[in-house]
């Protein structure tokens, strides 16, 4: 498959790259910088801003898959960045004649999952994480309501631990839903395998142990 990944130099991103390039994929690239992903001959990466639609553009032009993968490092404030991105890629998405499945990474605590969170973390996402997971939630529904073909990935806190393949994955959160850790390998071990064969669009699936 040819497959875009928009914010791939760090974190899940960067982890996706690489699962990507093992599975024979060709993968094209678009973040801010390109230092840190890896030369491949079934790569192209592309210097640019996901806040910029000819940078989209480019960079999804006859992919089969789209994964957006946007960090905003260790700001916990209001960026513009997902909003302002989900925007973009969305006028981006509708300019071709195909639509490939996007597949967008926010986190658990956004759009009604946030109801579902415990006490303590609810806590600490009112004093440290409230406006970065208000941006999330409204880059998921920007893209959700425009364009039916994608998802939207929620895992719980993302750790530096090692690929298990084996997690939990959570669509239907009642009063007992616990979302725990997981490892950035992971998550993205979950996204390359949705990327290929797709279970969840229109869903927002929860990840954790």
Do not use: C
């Amino acid at each position: 498959m040819r497959i875009a990944v928009i914010g791939a130099s760090a974190g899940v991103g960067l982890e996706l790259v690489d699962q990507l390039l093992d599975r024979g994929h060709s993968v094209i690239t678009l973040s801010r910088s390109i230092e840190t992903i890896p030369d491949h001959p079934n790569i192209k990466k592309i210097r640019g801003s996901s806040l910029n639609q000819d940078d989209i553009a480019k960079a999804i032009n006859n992919a089969e898959a789209v994964l957006v993968t946007l960090g905003t490092g260790m700001s916990t404030k209001a960026t513009g960045l997902y909003p302002g991105s989900a925007s973009a890629i969305l006028s981006a998405l509708q300019q071709l004649p195909a639509k490939p499945l996007l597949i967008g990474l926010t986190g658990f605590g956004a759009g009604d999952s946030w109801n579902y969170n415990s006490f303590l973390m609810k806590l600490l996402f009112n004093l440290f994480l409230k406006d970065a997971y208000a941006e999330k939630t409204q880059m998921e529904q920007l893209i959700s309501k425009g364009y039916p073909n994608s998802m939207f990935v929620r895992p719980g806190r993302l750790t530096k631990g090692p690929l298990s393949k084996t997690y939990r994955v959570v669509t239907a959160l009642d009063a007992r839903t616990r979302i725990g850790a997981i490892s950035r390998k992971d998550v993205a071990h979950f996204m390359a395998e949705q990327a290929e064969h797709p279970d969840f669009i229109g869903k927002y699936p929860a990840l954790s142990y």
